[in-house]
T-cell receptor
């Protein structure tokens, strides 16, 4: 069974600072991994995905994530935070069939001016 | 633009009064999903349709049912809502997974259900 652990339910950064949101996964099969962003009272928007191609994945809005099998991690980063990045971020894992996403508990990102 | 649409965005129902949430899509995806997201929690899969084949998660309460009359529409029926069913309900779609090709899920904006 797959599972995801997101370290830190709340992360606060200053505008222009590095964003690092942590995600560790557990999977019995080669995983597909995702980061989604959710703004208040809205659905989830896909930021990026890892599907066993390149281990460094670039997504929208300047975000990227690196798949590290040895560490079972898929941390999300952005070099310079913007106020508009304030939202909740979910890491998710899927099996190879893609029909079941298991989400982490989410990390709320706050960006200070 | 192709998209996933959920109506209504906000729904208030009374304790025990049946309620139906609607999802439609213009993506022509053959897989549709319903997730429940309670306050400050991660989305949790309730069930999904692979074309007309219904797949229920083992821990989804019997109080939750779903219908998919055609490719474009999917409904979530809550037969007797309890206070614990207050949540955001998210619909998602994807193309046929498997076969060595993976397709991600596209989410609608959600319906926030309040039970009074």
């Amino acid at each position: 069974a797959q599972s995801v652990t997101q370290l830190g339910s709340h992360v606060s950064v200053s505008e222009g600072a590095l964003v690092l949101l942590r995600c560790n996964y557990s999977s019995s099969v080669p995983p597909y991994l995702f980061w989604y962003v959710q703004y208040p009272n809205q659905g989830l928007q896909l930021l990026l995905k890892y599907t066993s191609a390149a281990t460094l994945v670039k997504g929208i809005n300047g975000f990227e994530a690196e798949f590290k099998k040895s560490e079972t991690s898929f941390h999300l980063t952005k070099p310079s935070a913007h106020m508009s990045d304030a939202a909740e971020y979910f890491c998710a894992v899927s099996d190879e069939y893609g029909n079941k996403l298991v989400f982490g508990a989410g990390t709320i990102l706050r960006v200070k001016s | 633009d192709a998209m996933v649409i959920q109506n209504p965005r906000y729904q208030v129902t009374q304790f025990g009064k049946p309620v139906t949430l609607s999802c439609s899509q213009t993506l022509n995806h053959n897989v549709m999903y319903w997730y429940q997201q309670k306050s400050s929690q991660a989305p949790k899969l309730l069930f999904h349709y692979y074309d007309k084949d219904f797949n229920n998660e083992a821990d989804t309460p019997d109080n939750f049912q779903s219908r998919r009359p055609n490719t474009s529409f999917c409904f979530l029926d809550i037969r007797s809502p309890g206070l614990g069913d207050a949540a955001m309900y998210l619909c998602a779609t994807s193309r046929d997974p498997g076969g060595g090709i993976f397709y991600e899920q596209y989410f609608g904006p959600g319906t926030r259900l309040t039970v009074t």
